[in-house]
């Protein structure tokens, strides 16, 4: 029997050779298990990972509040500074602050987060800390700034 194949594609021309000749294999008994035919090719496996880059990552901590990235030292004008560090007790979202907001005073705080805001108490007024700009400062020194945190808006501010 002669097949022509020069209409077809030649990647369907190689395959269909190949069913073919895999189906010629003289003198194999059908019913034999050590048959050519019988014979299975190894499925090959395959692993499926959703998110490549994740192999192996650690999962995020769940208790990280955003106001931890606040943790250091923040300048103020003239020599003015705010200092946020964890509690030493541990407790998340608490934070100890050292802070001189004047010329004359420094003072240490406790700190709590409350959403995208620390509170703490100075000479008995509650205030807040918040993420703000060098304009929000109210000092021409950090105008330029965009990186700075806000305690009395246009009073008292400190930038990085």
Known sequence: MIMRF??????LAGAALMLLASGCSGGADPDSANGSNQAAAPVPTIENVAEPDAVGAAPAPTDRMAT??????????????????????GKPGHYAIANKDTLDRQG???????????????DGK?????????AETGFKWLADKENCLIVVAGQEGYCR
């Open 108 to 122: 240490n705080y406790d700190g709590v987060a409350d959403g995208a805001m620390i509170r703490f108490e100075r």
């Open 68 to 89: 931890d990235d606040w943790v250091g030292r923040w300048t103020g004008p003239e020599g003015l500074f705010l200092d946020i560090q964890p509690s030493p007790d």
């Open 126 to 134: 509650d205030l807040t800390i918040r993420p703000g700009t060098g």
């Open 6 to 11: 020069s209409s077809m594609p030649q990647g």
